[in-house]
T-cell receptor, first 112, second 112 residues
Framework: KAGVTQTPRYLIKTRGQQVTLSCSPI?????VSWYQQTPGQGLQFLFE???????NKGNFPGRFSGRQFSNSRSEMNVSTLELGDSALYLC???????????FGPGTRLTVT | GNSVTQMEGPVTLSEEAFLTINCTYT??????LFWYVQYPGEGLQLLLK?????DKGSNKGFEATYRKETTSFHLEKGSVQVSDSAVYFC???????????FGTGTSLTVIP
């Protein structure tokens, strides 16, 4: 069974631009969560989508948004990029609550 | 609120040495506790978990016991191998399983 895939794997953007990251969950998984990983802050929860609805949200500004499609694929968008948005963005999927999360390899975003 | 604190790294050990990585938590309700491992260039993988007090999670020679009285979930392994070199994350999820809270990660390097 294919794992969680994330595209692109690496991205370089300039301050002020916007970016869209994509995540394809494991087949049959309806929940997709997004995390930001930085050396200083560690792993921080951004949001979770389930059946195309945002079910949970972390403490990030409104510049960070997401959506989920009917096939459970999810996208995350960051607008007006700041230098501090440079991070590894991880996506995780699971069947539903109380099931194990499976993580993708991440998208490395660098903002210059 | 909910949070996880784990020991700072990096940790360097010789092969066959004993490993302990400390993890303490703050949580409301009755959280589930997890250890995840991240190998270079990969996403996180679930290593072990415990869902209630006094439970012991174990996998691949690693163990951790859910200690409610000390709010701890320390990771241990009796004899580490070079292949155990990775970053280890302690995490908790609230009893609803909706949101995960991660520690900052502890980098382990095992030298032959």
């Amino acid at each position: 069974k294919a794992g969680v895939t994330q595209t692109p794997r690496y991205l370089i953007k300039t301050r002020g631009q916007q970016v869209t990251l994509s995540c394809s969950p494991i087949s049959g998984h309806r929940s997709v969560s997004w995390y930001q990983q930085t050396p200083g802050q560690g792993l921080q929860f951004l949001f979770e989508y389930f059946s195309e609805t945002q079910r949970n949200k972390g403490n990030f500004p409104g510049r960070f948004s997401g959506r989920q499609f009917s096939n459970s694929r999810s996208e995350m968008n960051v607008s007006t990029l700041e230098l501090g948005d440079s991070a590894l963005y991880l996506c995780a999927s699971r069947r539903d609550q109380n099931y194990e999360q499976y993580f993708g390899p991440g998208t490395r975003l660098t903002v210059t | 609120g909910n949070s996880v604190t784990q020991m700072e790294g990096p940790v360097t050990l010789s092969e066959e040495a004993f490993l302990t990585i400390n993890c303490t938590y703050t949580a409301t309700g009755y959280p589930s506790l997890f250890w995840y491992v991240q190998y270079p260039g990969e996403g996180l993988q679930l290593l072990l978990k415990a869902t209630k007090a006094d439970d012991k999670g174990s996998n691949k020679g690693f163990e951790a016991t859910y200690r409610k009285e000390t709010t701890s979930f320390h990771l241990e392994k009796g004899s580490v191998q070079v292949s155990d070199s990775a970053v280890y994350f302690c995490a908790l999820s609230r009893d609803t399983g909706n949101q995960f809270y991660f520690g900052t990660g502890t980098s382990l390097t095992v030298i032959p």
